[in-house]
């Protein structure tokens, strides 16, 4: 019955996890697409700044998307292990993700002043990433309900993952300490000539011969 249950927790942790990868791609793909118009913008305008310092807004894309396709990586391998140690550095990663997101639209909500806490944006990237945000507001507040659910998920999937191997380890051990010693099948153990039921051969008798004294 555990293994079966153990099964299907590590799929549903799979399906999951891969959920994250996929938002972690597009938030590489859309920084290398920055990357790349900053250069091409940075080349054609000669007043513009070095284009090989990425305004802080490109460095924060880049820099969440690799952490969540690293994230990513590890859930796999922890699903596939089912490790005590790698399940829980992974819940401990998607933990610190989902307080991340919830500080930053904390503080958005509830500062009106938030933009003056940032840096200035050169490349205006921010400025149009914020006008697709305010245009598409329903579609972004799903997609971010779908993340934090699916973060969520994540944690729930992975401690139960966990529970279940440590109350597998558990049970293992309580049988290994109650258990009586079985004897071998193939060699019976050995028993003292003296007893009762030690076994004798039997056939003809083997005859006695006397000493002969000289």
């Given at each position: 019955?555990?293994?079966?249950?153990?099964?299907?927790?590590?799929?549903?942790?799979?399906?999951?996890?891969?959920?994250?990868?996929?938002?972690?791609?597009?938030?590489?793909?859309?920084?290398?697409?920055?990357?790349?118009?900053?250069?091409?913008?940075?080349?054609?305008?000669?007043?513009?700044?070095?284009?090989?310092?990425?305004?802080?807004?490109?460095?924060?894309?880049?820099?969440?998307?690799?952490?969540?396709?690293?994230?990513?990586?590890?859930?796999?391998?922890?699903?596939?292990?089912?490790?005590?140690?790698?399940?829980?550095?992974?819940?401990?990663?998607?933990?610190?993700?989902?307080?991340?997101?919830?500080?930053?639209?904390?503080?958005?909500?509830?500062?009106?002043?938030?933009?003056?806490?940032?840096?200035?944006?050169?490349?205006?990237?921010?400025?149009?990433?914020?006008?697709?945000?305010?245009?598409?507001?329903?579609?972004?507040?799903?997609?971010?309900?779908l993340c934090v659910l699916t973060q969520g998920c994540c944690i729930v999937l992975a401690s139960l993952l966990r529970t279940l191997g440590k109350a597998k380890e558990n049970s293992h051990e309580n049988e290994?300490?109650?258990?009586?010693?079985?004897?071998?099948?193939?060699?019976?153990p050995e028993l003292p000539p003296n007893s009762p039921l030690y076994p004798y051969v039997i056939g003809e008798p083997v005859p006695q011969y006397p000493y002969k004294i000289v």
């Open positions: 019955m555990v293994r079966p249950v153990k099964s299907c927790l590590q799929l549903s942790l799979k399906i999951a996890n891969i959920t994250i990868g996929f938002m972690g791609i597009a938030m590489l793909i859309y920084g290398v697409w920055m990357v790349r118009v900053w250069q091409r913008d940075a080349t054609n305008s000669p007043s513009s700044p070095d284009y090989a310092q990425f305004p802080w807004f490109i460095h924060a894309f880049l820099g969440v998307g690799i952490a969540l396709c690293a994230i990513t990586c590890l859930g796999h391998v922890a699903a596939n292990s089912a490790n005590s140690c790698c399940l829980f550095f992974y819940i401990f990663l998607i933990f610190v993700l989902l307080l991340s997101e919830i500080g930053i639209t904390a503080d958005v909500f509830l500062n009106s002043d938030w933009e003056k806490d940032l840096p200035e944006d050169p490349s205006g990237r921010f400025d149009d990433f914020k006008d697709f945000v305010d245009s598409n507001s329903d579609v972004c507040q799903w997609i971010a309900l290994g300490e109650y258990s009586e010693p079985s004897a071998p099948l193939l060699r019976p």
